[in-house]
Protein backbone atom coordinates (compact mmCIF):
# COMPACT_ATOMS: atom_id res chain seq x y z
CA UNK A 1 0.00 0.00 0.00
CA UNK A 2 2.92 2.49 0.60
CA UNK A 3 4.08 1.87 -3.64
CA UNK A 4 0.38 2.60 -4.11
CA UNK A 5 0.54 5.63 -1.98
CA UNK A 6 3.57 7.08 -3.61
CA UNK A 7 2.03 6.56 -7.18
CA UNK A 8 -0.90 8.72 -6.47
CA UNK A 9 0.40 11.74 -7.67
CA UNK A 10 1.53 10.38 -11.06
CA UNK A 11 -1.64 8.19 -11.28
CA UNK A 12 -3.25 11.38 -11.01
CA UNK A 13 -1.73 13.07 -14.06
CA UNK A 14 -1.32 10.25 -16.23
CA UNK A 15 -4.80 9.67 -15.84
CA UNK A 16 -5.90 13.70 -16.44
CA UNK A 17 -4.20 13.32 -20.19
CA UNK A 18 -5.77 9.73 -20.60
CA UNK A 19 -9.00 11.65 -19.80
CA UNK A 20 -8.88 13.90 -21.98
CA UNK A 21 -8.52 11.69 -25.60
CA UNK A 22 -10.89 10.84 -27.00
CA UNK A 23 -13.88 7.69 -26.41
CA UNK A 24 -14.48 5.26 -28.86
CA UNK A 25 -17.90 3.62 -28.61
CA UNK A 26 -20.95 2.16 -31.05
CA UNK A 27 -24.57 1.69 -30.09
CA UNK A 28 -23.44 -1.33 -28.21
CA UNK A 29 -19.83 -2.53 -28.09
CA UNK A 30 -16.88 -1.93 -29.93
CA UNK A 31 -13.35 -3.29 -29.93
CA UNK A 32 -9.73 -1.75 -29.66
CA UNK A 33 -6.44 -1.91 -30.12
CA UNK A 34 -4.17 -3.77 -27.33
CA UNK A 35 -1.81 -0.38 -27.55
CA UNK A 36 -4.13 1.23 -24.97
CA UNK A 37 -3.64 -1.50 -22.01
CA UNK A 38 -0.09 -1.68 -22.94
CA UNK A 39 0.91 2.03 -22.72
CA UNK A 40 -1.42 2.53 -19.42
CA UNK A 41 0.64 -0.55 -17.78
CA UNK A 42 4.00 0.57 -19.13
CA UNK A 43 3.52 4.40 -16.95
CA UNK A 44 4.04 1.63 -13.76
CA UNK A 45 6.75 -0.09 -14.42
CA UNK A 46 7.30 -0.86 -10.77
CA UNK A 47 4.11 -2.87 -11.04
CA UNK A 48 3.78 -4.04 -14.64
CA UNK A 49 7.57 -4.02 -16.00
CA UNK A 50 8.06 -7.81 -15.27
CA UNK A 51 4.70 -8.77 -16.01
CA UNK A 52 5.18 -6.80 -19.96
CA UNK A 53 8.48 -8.11 -20.18
CA UNK A 54 7.28 -11.78 -19.68
CA UNK A 55 3.65 -11.63 -20.98
CA UNK A 56 4.00 -14.62 -23.41
CA UNK A 57 5.75 -16.71 -20.32
CA UNK A 58 2.84 -15.70 -17.95
CA UNK A 59 0.28 -16.52 -20.24
CA UNK A 60 -0.93 -12.93 -19.41
CA UNK A 61 -4.68 -12.04 -21.23
CA UNK A 62 -6.75 -9.35 -20.15
CA UNK A 63 -10.30 -7.83 -21.21
CA UNK A 64 -10.73 -3.80 -19.99
CA UNK A 65 -14.70 -2.56 -21.14
CA UNK A 66 -15.10 0.84 -20.62
CA UNK A 67 -18.74 1.60 -20.51
CA UNK A 68 -20.55 4.92 -21.48
CA UNK A 69 -24.52 5.57 -20.77
CA UNK A 70 -26.43 7.19 -23.77
CA UNK A 71 -28.98 9.99 -22.37
CA UNK A 72 -31.75 6.99 -21.58
CA UNK A 73 -29.27 5.52 -19.58
CA UNK A 74 -28.30 2.34 -22.16
CA UNK A 75 -24.92 1.15 -21.60
CA UNK A 76 -22.35 1.34 -24.70
CA UNK A 77 -19.26 -1.21 -24.32
CA UNK A 78 -15.52 -0.64 -25.65
CA UNK A 79 -13.34 -3.68 -25.26
CA UNK A 80 -9.97 -3.31 -25.16
CA UNK A 81 -7.36 -6.39 -24.97
CA UNK A 82 -4.06 -7.12 -24.01
CA UNK A 83 -2.50 -10.61 -25.29
CA UNK A 84 -6.15 -11.98 -25.99
CA UNK A 85 -5.93 -15.09 -27.73
CA UNK A 86 -8.82 -17.41 -27.85
CA UNK A 87 -6.06 -20.42 -29.07
CA UNK A 88 -3.90 -20.02 -26.33
CA UNK A 89 -4.95 -22.75 -23.72
CA UNK A 90 -5.45 -21.95 -19.76
CA UNK A 91 -6.71 -23.79 -16.98
CA UNK A 92 -10.09 -22.33 -16.01
CA UNK A 93 -10.39 -23.34 -12.54
CA UNK A 94 -13.06 -22.56 -10.88
CA UNK A 95 -14.64 -19.86 -13.49
CA UNK A 96 -16.26 -22.68 -14.87
CA UNK A 97 -18.46 -22.03 -11.90
CA UNK A 98 -20.59 -19.50 -13.12
CA UNK A 99 -22.15 -20.85 -16.36
CA UNK A 100 -22.62 -24.05 -14.71
CA UNK A 101 -24.46 -21.63 -11.98
CA UNK A 102 -26.04 -20.00 -14.79
CA UNK A 103 -27.82 -22.91 -16.61
CA UNK A 104 -29.03 -24.55 -13.18
CA UNK A 105 -31.48 -21.48 -13.25
CA UNK A 106 -32.14 -21.75 -17.09
CA UNK A 107 -32.81 -25.43 -16.77
CA UNK A 108 -35.61 -24.97 -13.90
CA UNK A 109 -36.99 -22.57 -16.17
CA UNK A 110 -36.81 -24.91 -19.06
CA UNK A 111 -38.76 -27.60 -16.69
CA UNK A 112 -41.26 -25.51 -15.94
CA UNK A 113 -42.60 -27.56 -13.60
CA UNK A 114 -45.21 -26.88 -10.79
CA UNK A 115 -43.66 -26.50 -7.36
CA UNK A 116 -40.20 -26.33 -8.60
CA UNK A 117 -37.91 -23.56 -8.47
CA UNK A 118 -34.39 -22.89 -6.86
CA UNK A 119 -35.49 -23.32 -3.39
CA UNK A 120 -37.34 -26.99 -3.74
CA UNK A 121 -35.37 -29.53 -1.96
CA UNK A 122 -32.45 -31.40 -4.10
CA UNK A 123 -31.81 -34.64 -3.48
CA UNK A 124 -28.46 -36.00 -5.05
CA UNK A 125 -28.64 -40.29 -4.83
CA UNK A 126 -26.05 -42.44 -6.67
CA UNK A 127 -25.78 -44.65 -9.35
CA UNK A 128 -21.87 -45.48 -10.31
CA UNK A 129 -19.05 -45.84 -9.03
CA UNK A 130 -17.29 -42.54 -7.64
CA UNK A 131 -20.60 -40.94 -6.83
CA UNK A 132 -21.56 -39.48 -3.69
CA UNK A 133 -24.96 -38.60 -2.21
CA UNK A 134 -26.43 -35.65 -0.63
CA UNK A 135 -29.70 -35.81 1.80
CA UNK A 136 -28.77 -32.90 3.64
CA UNK A 137 -26.90 -29.89 4.23
CA UNK A 138 -25.66 -28.53 7.31
CA UNK A 139 -24.95 -25.09 6.50
CA UNK A 140 -28.45 -24.53 4.29
CA UNK A 141 -31.69 -23.36 6.20
CA UNK A 142 -33.37 -26.80 7.95
CA UNK A 143 -30.82 -28.95 6.16
CA UNK A 144 -31.88 -28.77 2.82
CA UNK A 145 -30.03 -28.75 -0.23
CA UNK A 146 -31.14 -26.32 -3.13
CA UNK A 147 -30.27 -24.64 -5.86
CA UNK A 148 -30.44 -21.52 -4.88
CA UNK A 149 -27.91 -22.68 -1.76
CA UNK A 150 -25.47 -24.18 -3.62
CA UNK A 151 -25.10 -20.86 -6.36
CA UNK A 152 -24.84 -18.65 -3.21
CA UNK A 153 -21.85 -21.25 -1.79
CA UNK A 154 -20.50 -21.05 -5.36
CA UNK A 155 -20.45 -17.03 -5.40
CA UNK A 156 -19.96 -16.43 -2.12
CA UNK A 157 -16.32 -18.65 -1.48
CA UNK A 158 -16.61 -21.02 -4.25
CA UNK A 159 -17.56 -24.12 -2.99
CA UNK A 160 -15.96 -27.26 -5.26
CA UNK A 161 -18.92 -29.06 -3.67
CA UNK A 162 -21.47 -26.94 -4.77
CA UNK A 163 -20.29 -26.67 -8.29
CA UNK A 164 -19.99 -30.73 -8.64
CA UNK A 165 -23.35 -31.03 -7.63
CA UNK A 166 -24.57 -28.43 -10.22
CA UNK A 167 -22.73 -30.13 -12.40
CA UNK A 168 -24.26 -33.55 -11.70
CA UNK A 169 -28.03 -31.96 -12.07
CA UNK A 170 -27.37 -30.57 -15.52
CA UNK A 171 -24.68 -33.44 -17.09
CA UNK A 172 -22.29 -33.05 -19.29
CA UNK A 173 -24.68 -32.94 -22.72
CA UNK A 174 -27.01 -30.06 -21.25
CA UNK A 175 -24.06 -28.15 -20.02
CA UNK A 176 -21.84 -27.92 -23.10
CA UNK A 177 -24.65 -28.14 -25.51
CA UNK A 178 -26.23 -25.24 -24.20
CA UNK A 179 -22.66 -23.00 -24.25
CA UNK A 180 -22.13 -24.00 -27.55
CA UNK A 181 -25.57 -23.01 -28.84
CA UNK A 182 -24.99 -19.73 -27.50
CA UNK A 183 -21.49 -19.48 -29.76
CA UNK A 184 -19.34 -20.33 -26.66
CA UNK A 185 -17.94 -23.16 -29.35
CA UNK A 186 -14.55 -23.70 -27.55
CA UNK A 187 -15.75 -24.12 -24.31
CA UNK A 188 -15.38 -27.63 -22.90
CA UNK A 189 -16.76 -27.79 -18.94
CA UNK A 190 -16.34 -31.86 -18.98
CA UNK A 191 -15.38 -33.13 -15.44
CA UNK A 192 -16.64 -32.65 -11.16
CA UNK A 193 -13.86 -30.47 -9.29
CA UNK A 194 -11.65 -31.50 -6.55
CA UNK A 195 -12.10 -34.86 -6.83
CA UNK A 196 -10.34 -37.63 -8.83
CA UNK A 197 -12.39 -39.24 -11.31
CA UNK A 198 -11.94 -40.66 -14.42
CA UNK A 199 -13.19 -39.43 -18.10
CA UNK A 200 -15.38 -42.15 -18.00
CA UNK A 201 -16.56 -41.86 -14.15
CA UNK A 202 -17.68 -37.51 -14.95
CA UNK A 203 -19.43 -38.52 -18.27
CA UNK A 204 -21.87 -40.53 -15.58
CA UNK A 205 -23.52 -37.80 -13.46
CA UNK A 206 -26.14 -39.00 -10.29
CA UNK A 207 -29.94 -39.37 -10.16
CA UNK A 208 -31.76 -36.21 -8.59
CA UNK A 209 -34.81 -35.54 -7.26
CA UNK A 210 -36.63 -32.55 -5.77
CA UNK A 211 -38.97 -32.75 -3.31
CA UNK A 212 -41.83 -30.58 -1.62
CA UNK A 213 -41.96 -29.82 2.37
CA UNK A 214 -43.60 -33.06 2.60
CA UNK A 215 -40.93 -35.20 1.10
CA UNK A 216 -43.17 -36.36 -1.94
CA UNK A 217 -41.11 -36.00 -5.19
CA UNK A 218 -41.87 -33.10 -7.57
CA UNK A 219 -39.07 -34.17 -10.36
CA UNK A 220 -36.81 -36.51 -10.69
CA UNK A 221 -33.63 -36.50 -13.26
CA UNK A 222 -32.52 -40.44 -13.59
CA UNK A 223 -28.86 -40.91 -13.63
CA UNK A 224 -27.31 -40.05 -16.98
CA UNK A 225 -24.67 -40.93 -19.14
CA UNK A 226 -22.93 -37.97 -21.46
CA UNK A 227 -22.58 -39.54 -25.30
CA UNK A 228 -20.84 -35.66 -26.07
CA UNK A 229 -17.86 -35.75 -28.22
CA UNK A 230 -14.97 -34.09 -27.25
CA UNK A 231 -12.60 -32.14 -28.88
CA UNK A 232 -9.53 -33.52 -30.07
CA UNK A 233 -7.06 -30.90 -28.31
CA UNK A 234 -3.60 -31.90 -27.73
CA UNK A 235 -2.61 -29.33 -24.55
CA UNK A 236 0.33 -30.33 -22.50
CA UNK A 237 1.99 -27.38 -20.42
CA UNK A 238 4.87 -27.17 -18.15
CA UNK A 239 8.39 -29.54 -17.67
CA UNK A 240 6.92 -32.01 -15.31
CA UNK A 241 4.73 -32.49 -12.46
CA UNK A 242 4.23 -34.57 -9.56
CA UNK A 243 2.33 -37.76 -9.17
CA UNK A 244 1.39 -38.24 -5.29
CA UNK A 245 5.17 -37.51 -4.47
CA UNK A 246 7.02 -39.02 -7.97
CA UNK A 247 8.11 -36.10 -10.43
CA UNK A 248 7.37 -37.32 -13.88
CA UNK A 249 9.07 -35.18 -16.11
CA UNK A 250 6.73 -34.64 -18.83
CA UNK A 251 4.53 -31.83 -19.44
CA UNK A 252 1.39 -32.63 -17.98
CA UNK A 253 -1.73 -33.29 -19.93
CA UNK A 254 -4.68 -30.71 -20.20
CA UNK A 255 -6.23 -32.29 -23.29
CA UNK A 256 -9.29 -33.65 -21.17
CA UNK A 257 -9.69 -30.91 -18.74
CA UNK A 258 -12.19 -28.27 -18.68
CA UNK A 259 -11.88 -25.29 -21.12
CA UNK A 260 -13.32 -21.69 -21.58
CA UNK A 261 -11.89 -18.58 -23.31
CA UNK A 262 -11.19 -15.23 -21.61
CA UNK A 263 -13.99 -13.74 -24.16
CA UNK A 264 -16.04 -16.16 -23.48
CA UNK A 265 -16.26 -15.47 -19.60
CA UNK A 266 -16.22 -11.96 -19.86
CA UNK A 267 -19.28 -11.82 -22.18
CA UNK A 268 -21.34 -14.88 -19.87
CA UNK A 269 -20.65 -12.24 -16.78
CA UNK A 270 -21.90 -8.90 -18.99
CA UNK A 271 -24.73 -11.55 -19.98
CA UNK A 272 -25.87 -11.56 -16.75
CA UNK A 273 -25.22 -8.00 -15.44
CA UNK A 274 -26.60 -6.34 -18.99
CA UNK A 275 -28.24 -8.95 -20.57
CA UNK A 276 -30.90 -6.04 -22.12
CA UNK A 277 -27.71 -5.16 -23.97
CA UNK A 278 -25.89 -8.19 -25.78
CA UNK A 279 -26.73 -10.22 -28.74
CA UNK A 280 -30.31 -11.86 -28.04
CA UNK A 281 -28.38 -15.71 -28.81
CA UNK A 282 -26.34 -14.89 -25.98
CA UNK A 283 -28.86 -14.14 -23.56
CA UNK A 284 -29.59 -16.92 -20.93
CA UNK A 285 -32.93 -17.99 -20.09
CA UNK A 286 -33.54 -15.80 -17.01
CA UNK A 287 -35.96 -14.56 -15.36
CA UNK A 288 -36.03 -10.99 -13.36
CA UNK A 289 -35.95 -12.66 -10.10
CA UNK A 290 -32.84 -14.82 -11.37
CA UNK A 291 -30.77 -11.89 -13.03
CA UNK A 292 -31.67 -10.49 -9.17
CA UNK A 293 -30.26 -13.12 -7.11
CA UNK A 294 -27.04 -14.25 -9.12
CA UNK A 295 -26.33 -10.09 -8.96
CA UNK A 296 -26.59 -10.01 -5.09
CA UNK A 297 -24.77 -12.86 -4.60
CA UNK A 298 -21.76 -12.18 -6.87
CA UNK A 299 -21.10 -9.04 -5.62
CA UNK A 300 -22.08 -10.22 -1.52
CA UNK A 301 -19.08 -10.60 1.26
CA UNK A 302 -18.75 -13.41 3.16
CA UNK A 303 -19.65 -11.60 6.16
CA UNK A 304 -23.22 -10.13 4.95
CA UNK A 305 -24.31 -13.68 4.22
CA UNK A 306 -26.47 -15.10 6.83
CA UNK A 307 -26.71 -18.48 4.93
CA UNK A 308 -24.34 -20.48 4.33
CA UNK A 309 -22.32 -18.17 7.32
CA UNK A 310 -18.89 -18.15 7.12
CA UNK A 311 -15.81 -17.78 9.89
CA UNK A 312 -13.91 -14.27 9.32
CA UNK A 313 -10.95 -15.89 9.88
CA UNK A 314 -11.33 -17.91 7.22
CA UNK A 315 -13.54 -16.17 4.66
CA UNK A 316 -12.60 -12.57 4.91
CA UNK A 317 -14.81 -10.07 2.97
CA UNK A 318 -12.18 -9.76 0.11
CA UNK A 319 -11.76 -13.53 -0.02
CA UNK A 320 -12.64 -14.11 -3.53
CA UNK A 321 -11.44 -10.24 -5.34
CA UNK A 322 -8.46 -10.74 -6.40
CA UNK A 323 -8.61 -7.71 -8.86
CA UNK A 324 -8.35 -4.81 -6.87
CA UNK A 325 -7.90 -6.54 -3.56
CA UNK A 326 -5.58 -9.16 -4.54
CA UNK A 327 -5.34 -11.52 -1.00
CA UNK A 328 -5.46 -7.76 1.12
CA UNK A 329 -7.46 -8.71 4.82
CA UNK A 330 -8.34 -5.13 5.43
CA UNK A 331 -11.89 -3.31 5.62
CA UNK A 332 -13.34 -2.95 1.85
CA UNK A 333 -14.39 0.01 0.68
CA UNK A 334 -18.18 0.81 1.80
CA UNK A 335 -18.69 2.52 -1.84
CA UNK A 336 -17.07 0.25 -3.99
CA UNK A 337 -18.95 -3.49 -4.98
CA UNK A 338 -17.51 -6.17 -7.22
CA UNK A 339 -19.33 -8.51 -9.12
CA UNK A 340 -17.31 -11.08 -10.07
CA UNK A 341 -15.86 -14.77 -10.12
CA UNK A 342 -12.84 -16.14 -10.00
CA UNK A 343 -10.81 -19.19 -10.27
CA UNK A 344 -7.18 -20.29 -8.94
CA UNK A 345 -5.73 -23.37 -9.90
CA UNK A 346 -2.57 -25.62 -11.32
CA UNK A 347 -1.00 -21.73 -11.29
CA UNK A 348 -3.63 -20.34 -13.01
CA UNK A 349 -5.00 -17.04 -11.62
CA UNK A 350 -8.16 -15.93 -13.95
CA UNK A 351 -11.18 -13.59 -12.73
CA UNK A 352 -14.09 -11.77 -14.54
CA UNK A 353 -15.32 -8.45 -12.56
CA UNK A 354 -17.73 -5.61 -13.10
CA UNK A 355 -16.64 -3.00 -10.62
CA UNK A 356 -18.52 -0.22 -9.48
CA UNK A 357 -18.30 2.94 -7.28
CA UNK A 358 -21.40 4.47 -6.19
CA UNK A 359 -20.22 7.08 -4.84
CA UNK A 360 -18.18 8.50 -8.15
CA UNK A 361 -20.49 6.81 -10.22
CA UNK A 362 -18.02 4.82 -12.27
CA UNK A 363 -18.50 1.56 -13.49
CA UNK A 364 -16.03 -1.06 -15.84
CA UNK A 365 -15.19 -4.63 -16.40
CA UNK A 366 -11.91 -6.36 -16.10
CA UNK A 367 -11.36 -9.64 -16.79
CA UNK A 368 -7.88 -10.97 -16.62
CA UNK A 369 -5.33 -13.99 -16.63
CA UNK A 370 -1.68 -14.86 -15.35
CA UNK A 371 0.38 -18.08 -15.38
CA UNK A 372 2.52 -18.25 -11.75
CA UNK A 373 4.28 -21.76 -12.74
CA UNK A 374 8.04 -19.93 -12.32
CA UNK A 375 9.82 -23.64 -11.97
CA UNK A 376 7.30 -25.72 -15.07
CA UNK A 377 6.31 -27.94 -12.53
CA UNK A 378 2.80 -28.48 -12.30
CA UNK A 379 1.28 -30.56 -9.02
CA UNK A 380 3.50 -29.21 -6.65
CA UNK A 381 1.70 -26.69 -4.92
CA UNK A 382 4.75 -24.52 -5.53
CA UNK A 383 2.84 -21.81 -7.60
CA UNK A 384 4.09 -17.57 -7.30
CA UNK A 385 0.43 -16.93 -6.60
CA UNK A 386 1.56 -14.31 -3.62
CA UNK A 387 4.75 -13.05 -5.05
CA UNK A 388 3.21 -12.49 -8.85
CA UNK A 389 -0.34 -12.60 -9.60
CA UNK A 390 -2.12 -11.76 -6.56
CA UNK A 391 0.01 -8.73 -6.51
CA UNK A 392 -0.53 -7.77 -10.72
CA UNK A 393 -4.95 -8.26 -10.55
CA UNK A 394 -4.83 -6.20 -7.57
CA UNK A 395 -2.85 -3.47 -9.14
CA UNK A 396 -4.55 -3.92 -12.45
CA UNK A 397 -7.73 -3.23 -10.65
CA UNK A 398 -6.57 -0.47 -9.05
CA UNK A 399 -4.91 1.00 -12.03
CA UNK A 400 -7.79 0.89 -14.65
CA UNK A 401 -10.06 2.19 -11.44
CA UNK A 402 -7.95 5.44 -10.97
CA UNK A 403 -8.07 6.01 -15.09
CA UNK A 404 -12.12 5.03 -14.71
CA UNK A 405 -12.24 7.81 -11.73
CA UNK A 406 -10.84 10.79 -14.38
CA UNK A 407 -12.23 9.29 -17.57
CA UNK A 408 -15.08 11.80 -18.93
CA UNK A 409 -18.47 10.84 -19.24
CA UNK A 410 -20.86 12.58 -21.43
CA UNK A 411 -23.74 11.10 -19.01
CA UNK A 412 -23.36 9.31 -15.13
CA UNK A 413 -24.67 6.13 -14.79
CA UNK A 414 -27.55 5.36 -12.81
CA UNK A 415 -26.11 2.72 -10.37
CA UNK A 416 -29.46 2.10 -8.62
CA UNK A 417 -29.76 -1.60 -10.22
CA UNK A 418 -26.78 -2.82 -8.81
CA UNK A 419 -27.33 -1.56 -5.55
CA UNK A 420 -27.62 -4.53 -3.28
CA UNK A 421 -26.82 -4.72 1.32
CA UNK A 422 -26.20 -1.95 3.25
CA UNK A 423 -23.62 0.25 2.49
Known amino acids: MNAWNAAKTLLAICFMLEACSP???SSSSTAASENFLENLLSRYPSYFDTILQQRKELGIQVIYTAIDRAKNGSPRFTDYFLGVD?????YPASTVKFPVAVLALQKLNELNSTG????TT?????????????????????????IAHYIKKILLVSDNDAFNRLYEFLGQDYINGALHQMGYTEAQIIHRLSINLTDEQNRHTNPVRFTDSSGKTIFQKPAEISQL????RDTKLGKGFMQGSELINQPFDFSRKNRLS???LHSMVRSVLFPEAVDPKQRFNLKAGDYDFLRRYMSMRPSESASPSYAPGEYWDNYVKMLFYGTEKTPPENHIRIFNKTGTAYGFLVESAYIVDYRNKVEFMV????YCNSDGILNDDKYDYHQLGYPFLKQLGRVLYEHELKRK???RPDLSAFFYHDR
Open 229 to 232: QYAV
Open 367 to 370: SAVI
Open 262 to 264: LQS
Open 23 to 25: SKN
Open 86 to 90: RDVYF
Open 122 to 146: MITETAGEGQTAVLNDPSAPEGRPT
Open 409 to 411: RKH
Open 116 to 119: LDRN
